[in-house]
């Protein structure tokens, strides 16, 4: 498994913008496929976008699909995920991940980061 630590989270208001980041240590970092997940109380993990092996595909929930953006470094062994127009409703911990291969499934993905808050007021 591979060891993930994200960071970039925060209070913003709703419209405003925040980047994450997730920094992963110890497997290659660019033998696996990367992935956002967020998790509001009381609710579902679900899935919010993904990033293939070198960056060239990736992969969004219809929710997001226009106003985030992931992206990979493989040199610095990070993640990051770009959020603009953020909406209170997207409230959330968020959580990146690793998998071998994409996925929009929780269950695929077999290591995950501590998870850092996003609040959106409004």
């Known amino acids: 498994q591979v060891q993930l630590v994200e960071s970039g989270g925060g209070l913003v208001q709703a419209g405003g913008s925040l980047r994450l980041s997730c920094a992963a240590s110890?497997?290659?970092?660019?033998?696996?496929?990367m992935g956002w997940f967020r998790q509001a109380p009381g609710k579902e993990r679900d899935f919010v976008a993904a990033?293939?092996?070198?960056?060239?595909?990736?992969y969004y929930s219809d929710s997001v699909k226009g106003r985030f953006t992931i992206s990979r470094d493989n040199a610095k062994n990070t993640v990051y995920l770009q959020m603009n127009s953020l909406k209170p409703e997207e409230t959330a911990v968020y959580y990146c991940a690793a998998a071998r291969s994409p996925s929009m499934r929780v269950v695929d993905y077999d290591s995950w980061g501590q998870g850092t808050q996003v609040t959106v007021s409004s």
């Open positions: 110890g497997r290659p970092f660019s033998n696996y496929v």
């Open positions: 990033i293939s092996w070198n960056g060239g595909n990736t």
